[in-house]
């Protein structure tokens, strides 16, 4: 069975019983593809609503970009509220936020409910890179009170980024305390526990190799098929192996984080005094916190070729270094990589196939949304399908390029953006 790759979340992940490979057929209700936050948070919600279901994991449980991401929880959706009103108007761009901002919600009541040990913490820190960045944030939060009534920001000045960050490239912030961070893998093998505890069959080291869409939905697997009135496809960067025009749909973007060695404590407290998750406001973002144990777990850069970098350490360690240069040369324990889904538009993609829903697409934005999305899969399933068709409803529109052309170009205009970061 593949194993989780090296991380410092892999070496610190709680224990859950190694799932069978499938073999043999089976049928159930509800088949879900992927064992990410996505098909555990839908095949959770599908069981507690009375389907029968069974997930297959290609890999392990959490293998994906779930038990390897930066554990942020980010308020919202990858385009402000501003962004949302002015493509959708008004009344569209309050139900998306508040769905979003429900997400966050979900998260936590799930870690509650199945008493998840993920090392949760309140409070996430968007990071103004610019002036005009912090007047962006405040914009945004005025709309969002006035719009939602949204209590749970605060703008804080640049001459106050020092109680919150101790970096000196800030020009202020907003500090919301409704986002936070968790330790990703351990939120995913939870969530699987609780799945497999609602009586979700689980086969692990199991790909589906073949789908057919519907009436009745039938995944075939290395040793076995699985036949479901419904289907879920929960693949997000890896949906081209099952389904090559939704893979169409997303880029595969790799991302590098790092961790370092334990920092004494009052290094730590005095480097984030919050506590928060931290993400800044370049387009190729920064974004770090601190683990339980005191390390900073800080991720930077993107590179859009497959080839990973030769050393991720080197990779990473100037962007660490040009947010805290007090942390120069700091020892760096883990290194490790994961592939993020993007669309197009950074929006996620929703929609079905036949019989089968899906969700993937999450930009780099994944950590609060997919769990919502799970329950709105499940809604849909039992004829509620109002949420999940408002997501359903946002533009897509697949790389342009066909999959010679489609790479390069994507690289072109990415290269474009990341080089506005430094003008
Ligand atoms: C390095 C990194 C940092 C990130 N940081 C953040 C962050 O801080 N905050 C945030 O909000 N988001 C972040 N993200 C994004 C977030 O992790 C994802 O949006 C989210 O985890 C997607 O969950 P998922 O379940 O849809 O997909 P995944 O977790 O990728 O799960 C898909 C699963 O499907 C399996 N699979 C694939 N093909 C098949 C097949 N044919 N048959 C069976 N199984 C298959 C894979 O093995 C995998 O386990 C980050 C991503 C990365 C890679």
């Not at 385009?79 to 979003?100: H, I, K, P, Y």
């Not at 944030?137 to 000045?157: A, F, K, T, V």
């Not at 897509?396 to 990341?418: C, D, E, N, S, T």
Request: contains cysteine; glycine residues 12%; aromatic residues 8%.
């Amino acid at each position: 069975m593949t194993p989780h790759a090296p991380s410092y979340y892999a070496a610190t992940a709680h224990s859950l019983a190694e799932q069978p490979p499938l073999a043999g057929d089976v049928s159930a209700d509800v088949v879900v593809i992927g064992g990410g936050f996505t098909g555990l948070s839908a095949a959770l919600h599908a069981a507690e609503a009375g389907f029968s279901v069974v997930l297959v994991e290609a890999n392990r449980i959490g293998w994906g970009a779930s038990g390897r991401n930066g554990g942020q929880m980010i308020p919202g959706m990858r385009w402000s509220a501003l962004e949302l009103e002015e493509q959708f108007g008004t009344d569209q761009a309050r139900q998306l936020v508040s769905l979003a901002n429900e997400a966050g919600a979900r998260v936590r009541e799930r870690i509650a409910r199945h008493s998840i040990r993920c090392a949760l913490r309140q409070g996430h820190f968007h990071a103004a890179c610019r002036p005009a960045h912090l007047y962006d944030m405040r914009r945004e939060l005025d709309w969002l009170e006035r719009n939602l009534s949204y209590d749970g920001g605060r703008i804080i000045q640049a001459a106050d980024v020092g109680e919150y960050v101790a970096s000196p490239i800030y020009h202020g912030g907003l500090y919301d305390r409704n986002g936070g961070h968790l330790h990703p893998l351990n939120y995913a093998l939870g969530l699987a526990q609780a799945a497999l505890d609602a009586g979700v069959r689980i086969f692990e080291a199991t790909p589906a190799q073949d789908l057919d869409h519907g009436g009745p939905v039938r995944v075939t697997t290395p040793r076995g098929q699985v036949t479901g009135r419904f289907g879920v496809l929960a693949c997000d960067a890896f949906m081209g192996s099952i389904d090559k025009r939704l893979g169409r749909m997303t880029m595969p973007v790799a991302n590098y984080n790092v961790a370092t060695a334990p920092l004494l404590s009052d290094q730590a407290a005095a480097l984030i005094p919050s506590g928060a998750a931290v993400s800044d406001s370049k387009f190729v973002l920064n974004y770090y916190r601190l683990s339980s144990d005191n390390r900073l777990i800080f991720g930077g850069g993107e590179k859009y070729t497959p080839t990973p970098p030769r050393d991720i350490q080197a990779f990473v360690r100037p962007y660490l270094e040009q947010v805290f240069p007090q942390l120069k040369n700091v020892s760096i324990d883990y290194t490790w990589g994961g592939l993020v889904g993007v669309t197009l538009n950074r929006l996620p993609d929703f929609g079905r196939r036949g019989d089968c829903f899906y969700a993937h697409g999450w930009s780099g934005h994944g950590v609060l949304l997919t769990t919502l999305a799970g329950e709105l899969i499940a809604d849909a399933m039992r004829g509620h399908a109002e949420r999940f068709d408002l997501l359903a409803s946002l533009p897509k529109r697949p790389f342009p390029g066909g999959p010679l052309l489609r790479h390069p170009l994507y690289v072109l205009g990415m290269l474009w953006f990341a080089l506005k970061d430094r003008l």
